[in-house]
């Protein structure tokens, strides 16, 4: 039995939290009061960024309105982000990204849970390659780096460019492909494309033949691959491992990302990268009342690839055991699929699919893609005169 109203706080907007607040829609307890602290009104879908890049989407396209979804839960919206959590005292520390607009100095909750996806600390890569933070276009967060892709093709404009990905996952493969798309129709043809692996295999997490598939793409787009890492970034272009210097206008920064700094003096069991260790039931083993999804966090039973995918694929069974959690009722196994369909774009109107070892490509995975993405979009953008559930009736017990 609850005595008085129960505390849900979302850190975070990502994949699964966009689910948690349609379901809050649909089932939402009277004695819940939820409150969301995300940095930006919209949620970027990061699948989408590149067909943004190669001026296939437009920024609406990619963005899923958060103030009709958090309305429609009957939730409340605090703009900032987080810079503490004591995980003992149930209390998150926030500092303010609206304008004039004031954070309480403590948020308190009974229940927490965390999608704040992966981030980029730029004092750990200054470290790591000094002058990146100042000189590079980092990927993360996505929001910025949307935002600023075009300032790159007005650049494009003015002379030809050289561009160097730094970072051949997925990630980086991607925009690289839509950002060579985007200039060559642009008719920009002096323009000259680098992929720096970082020593490391393209495409490293894939299959043998997918790697093949994206190195034959590579070539056929006249793009040049170095097995090099990137040292530094100066005012004439890269320092490379081999003591070179690659001249570079425009790097696009797309390496791994860091988990949140402020989860290391938390309380919280952390993995060895710093992210949130979670259970079966997506929960924290350390604090039963956290939970978490996404790349802030790692499953300590089955560690599995982030992707935006399993983020997904998340979001419905986290919903299911927050409120299951807040109702006392017992929590339900998240069994993360063994393989996953993976859809990787290269430029806009051709895709790879991945599903184990199987793979294919052509213009038709790319529809398939395109599809899958406007789905999801569609089916979590809502009208923005939705109606608020401030009526929630309490859920049968």
């Known amino acids: 039995m609850h005595h008085g109203i129960k505390k849900l706080l979302l850190l975070g907007a990502g994949h699964a939290h966009v689910q948690v607040l349609a379901q809050l829609a649909r089932q939402r307890p009277a004695d819940l009061d939820v409150t969301v602290l995300t940095p930006y009104p919209y949620q970027t879908c990061s699948a989408m960024v590149p067909g943004l890049v190669a001026g296939r989407y437009s920024e609406a396209d990619c963005q899923i309105p958060l103030d009709p979804l958090i309305r429609a839960a009957g939730a409340k919206w605090l703009q900032g982000r987080c810079t503490g959590l004591d995980a003992a005292a149930q209390t998150v520390m926030a500092a303010s990204t609206g304008?004039?607009?004031?954070?309480?100095?403590?948020?308190?909750?009974?229940?927490?849970?965390?999608?704040?996806?992966?981030?980029?600390?730029?004092?750990?890569?200054?470290?790591?390659?000094?002058?990146?933070?100042?000189?590079?276009?980092?990927?993360?967060?996505?929001?910025?780096?949307?935002?600023?892709?075009?300032?790159?093709?007005?650049?494009?404009?003015?002379?030809?460019?050289?561009?160097?990905?730094?970072?051949?996952?997925?990630?980086?493969?991607?925009?690289?492909?839509?950002?060579?798309?985007?200039?060559?129709?642009?008719?920009?043809?002096?323009?000259?494309?680098?992929?720096?692996?970082?020593?490391?295999?393209?495409?490293?997490?894939?299959?043998?033949?997918?790697?093949?598939?994206?190195?034959?793409?590579?070539?056929?787009?006249?793009?040049?691959?170095?097995?090099?890492?990137?040292?530094?970034?100066?005012?004439?272009?890269?320092?490379?491992?081999?003591?070179?210097?690659?001249?570079?206008?425009?790097?696009?920064?797309?390496?791994?990302?860091?988990?949140?700094?402020?989860?290391?003096?938390?309380?919280?069991?952390?993995?060895?990268?710093?992210?949130?260790?979670?259970?079966?039931?997506?929960?924290?083993?350390?604090?039963a009342n956290v939970f978490a999804a996404g790349d802030v966090c790692t499953r300590a039973d089955r560690p599995h690839a982030q992707s935006g995918v399993n983020a997904v694929r998340g979001g419905p069974p986290l919903a299911a055991n927050l409120l299951a959690a807040h109702e006392g009722q017992s929590l339900k196994v998240h069994h993360p699929p063994a393989n996953t369909l993976n859809l990787l774009s290269c430029g806009a109107g051709h895709a790879i699919a991945t599903w184990g070892p199987l793979h294919a490509e052509g213009a038709w995975v790319w529809r398939w893609k395109d599809r899958i993405d406007r789905a999801f979009m569609a089916r979590y953008t809502l009208p923005a005169t939705a109606p608020r559930a401030d009526h929630a009736q309490p859920q049968p017990r």
Not at 158 to 179: C, N, Q, R, W, Y
Not at 224 to 236: A, D, F, K, S, Y
Not at 245 to 269: E, F, K, R, Y
Request: aromatic share 4%; glycine share 10%.
């Open 99 to 287: 304008k004039n607009k004031e954070l309480p100095p403590e948020l308190r909750y009974d229940l927490l849970s965390i999608d704040t996806g992966a981030v980029i600390h730029r004092s750990r890569l200054e470290a790591e390659m000094p002058g990146a933070s100042e000189r590079a276009l980092i990927v993360r967060p996505t929001e910025v780096f949307a935002s600023l892709w075009p300032r790159v093709l007005d650049m494009a404009r003015e002379k030809p460019l050289s561009i160097a990905v730094i970072g051949a996952g997925a990630t980086g493969l991607e925009l690289l492909f839509a950002a060579e798309q985007r200039l060559r129709e642009a008719g920009f043809q002096a323009t000259q494309f680098t992929l720096l692996t970082g020593g490391a295999d393209i495409a490293a997490r894939y299959p043998a033949g997918v790697r093949r598939r994206v190195l034959r793409r590579l070539k056929q787009r006249g793009i040049t691959v170095l097995r090099e890492t990137c040292t530094g970034i100066g005012p004439q272009g890269l320092q490379l491992g081999s003591g070179a210097t690659l001249l570079c206008d425009v790097p696009l920064l797309a390496i791994g990302a860091h988990a949140p700094a402020w989860l290391q003096g938390s309380g919280l069991a952390l993995s060895d990268a710093g992210q949130v260790l979670v259970n079966a039931f997506q929960q924290s083993p350390s604090h």
